[in-house]
C-alpha cells in the first residue's frame, strides 16, 4: 500500500467535487473499464457513464473506496512530489504542475488533502473548471479544423490514389518498353550475326570460280544487247519506211473525188462519205454526203435546254440520228439498255451525269459492243469535237481499207 506524507481526505467526504474529480481525473477508457468491472448495464454513451458513476459514488462505499485507490495510485507520483509544499508554495507547485500537462493529478493531489486552505482549493477547482469551458471551446473550434482538414485529406488521399494508378501505368509502359527494347536488341544482336555471316560468304564467293562464271554471262549478256540494239535501229528504219507509205496513201485518198457524188475536183466534197468506197451507201444519187451516214448517236445525260441544238449538230452538221435519254434511272436500267441497243455510238458528258449513270453506260457499251465517248464538259464545242474525231478515224480507217479493196 502506498503510504503518502499527508492525511488523505476520503472520496465520500468530496461529493461536490466528484463532478470534477470524474470528469478531469478519469479518460473515457477507465470510465468504460469501471462500468465493466461493476457490471454498468445501461447506455454507454460517457455522459451516462459519468452521471452512473457519480451516482454510484454516492451510494456504493465500496465503488468509492476502490475509485480513491485507483486513483492514489494512478497519480502516486504527483501526489508525493506536492506533498512536499505547503501554503503558497503549494500554489505554486500547481501552477508549475499545470505548465507541465499534470492538471488532473495535481487537481486530484490537492483536493485530498486535508491541511490545505479552503482558498486554495477554490482557486484550484475555479482554475479547472475555467479549464472545462476553454477546452471545449478550443474543442469545438478544434472539431470545425478538424472537418476541414478531414475533407482536405480526402482530397489528398483521392489525388494520391489518382497518382499511385498513374504511377503504375508508367511503371507498366515503363515496363513493356523495356521489354519491347530488349526484343529490338536481341533482333539487332541477331541481325548483325546474319550480317557477319552474309559478309563471309560473300568474301569467300567472290574467291571462288562463281565470279569467273559471272563475268562469262555478263559478257554474253552484253553481246546479246549489242544485238537487240542493232535489230531495234533496222525495226525503227522500217517504221519510217511504212508511215512514209502510209502518208502518201493517206495522201492519195484524199485527193481521189466521191464516187458517190461524182465530183471531180479534188476537195470540193463536202464530206467524203467512207460507205461509199465499200459500194453500200445507204444516200441516193446527188444527195449532200453526210459523215455519220444516219448512225444512230445515243447521249445519256447533258443539259436539257441544249436539247434542239444537240440534236442539230448530230442531225444538221453531221447526219446522224440524235437519241438522248436524261441519265435518270429512277424507273431501271431496262430503258438505257435498249436505247443503247439501238445506237451505234453512245456518247455521255461527265460533268452533268452522275457516277452511278457513267458506271452504268460504260457497263453496257461494254456488254453490248458499243463505242462509248466520254465528254469532260456538256458543251456544244465539245461534242462538235468529239464527233469530228470520231468521223475522222472512221474515216480514215474505210479509206485504208477502200484503197486494199481497190488495188
Known amino acids: 500500500m502506498t503510504v503518502f506524507k499527508r492525511i488523505r481526505r476520503p472520496l465520500a467526504a468530496m461529493e461536490d467535487f466528484l463532478c470534477p474529480i470524474i470528469g478531469t481525473c478519469l479518460t473515457l477508457k477507465e470510465l468504460h473499464k469501471i462500468g465493466r468491472r461493476f457490471k454498468y448495464d445501461g447506455e454507454s454513451t460517457p455522459y451516462q457513464l459519468h452521471t452512473w458513476l457519480i451516482r454510484t459514488c454516492k451510494n456504493s462505499p465500496a465503488v468509492g473506496k ?28 500547481w501552477i508549475a504542475a499545470v505548465q507541465e500537462g499534470q492538471v488532473a493529478g495535481a487537481f486530484w493531489a490537492i483536493l485530498t488533502r486535508l491541511d490545505v486552505p479552503d482558498a486554495i482549493i477554490e482557486e484550484v477547482f475555479g482554475e479547472v473548471h475555467m479549464m472545462s469551458h476553454l477546452q471545449a471551446a478550443e474543442v469545438r473550434t478544434e472539431l470545425k ?60 564467293y567472290e574467291n571462288t570460280e562463281a565470279l569467273s562464271v559471272l563475268k562469262k554471262e555478263n559478257s554474253m549478256l552484253q553481246k546479246e544487247n549489242k544485238t537487240l540494239r542493232t535489230q531495234l535501229t533496222q525495226e525503227q528504219a522500217l517504221r519510217n519506211r511504212a508511215e512514209r507509205r502510209l502518208e502518201n496513201l493517206r495522201e492519195k485518198i484524199q485527193n481521189r473525188p466521191c464516187r458517190r457524188c461524182q ?125 469530228t474525231n470520231m468521223v475522222e478515224q472512221e474515216m480514215f480507217q474505210s479509206e485504208v481499207q477502200g484503197e486494199i479493196l481497190l488495188q
Open 263 to 387: 465530183i471531180s475536183e479534188p476537195g470540193s466534197c463536202p464530206a467524203k462519205c467512207p460507205a461509199a468506197l465499200a459500194d453500200d451507201c445507204p444516200l441516193g444519187q446527188g444527195e449532200n454526203c453526210p459523215r455519220l451516214c444516219k448512225k444512230n448517236i445515243l447521249l445519256v445525260g447533258g443539259l436539257e435546254k441544249l436539247t434542239p441544238y444537240y440534236r442539230g449538230i448530230i442531225e444538221g452538221d453531221f447526219g446522224g440520228v440524235f437519241y438522248r435519254h436524261d441519265g435518270d434511272f429512277r424507273q431501271g436500267h431496262s430503258c438505257l439498255m435498249s436505247m443503247v441497243k439501238k445506237a451505234h455510238v453512245v456518247i455521255c458528258p461527265v460533268g452533268m451525269s452522275s457516277h452511278n449513270a457513267c458506271l452504268c453506260v460504260k457497263k453496257l457499251c461494254k456488254r453490248l459492243n458499243k463505242p462509248c465517248v466520254m465528254l469532260a464538259k456538256p458543251g456544244l464545242g465539245a461534242l462538235k469535237q468529239a464527233l
Open 66 to 93: 476502490y475509485l480513491q485507490k485507483y486513483l492514489c495510485e494512478k497519480y502516486r507520483s504527483v501526489m508525493q512530489r506536492l506533498d512536499e509544499f505547503e501554503g503558497e508554495a503549494l500554489l505554486s507547485a
Open 145 to 204: 479544423a478538424f472537418d476541414s482538414l478531414r475533407r482536405e485529406n480526402n482530397q489528398i488521399i483521392q489525388k494520391l490514389q489518382k497518382t499511385r494508378s498513374m504511377l503504375e501505368r508508367q511503371r507498366a509502359e515503363k515496363e513493356e518498353l523495356r521489354r519491347h527494347l530488349s526484343q529490338k536488341e536481341i533482333e539487332l544482336r541477331q541481325f548483325r550475326r546474319q550480317s557477319a555471316q552474309m559478309t563471309k560468304a560473300l568474301q569467300s
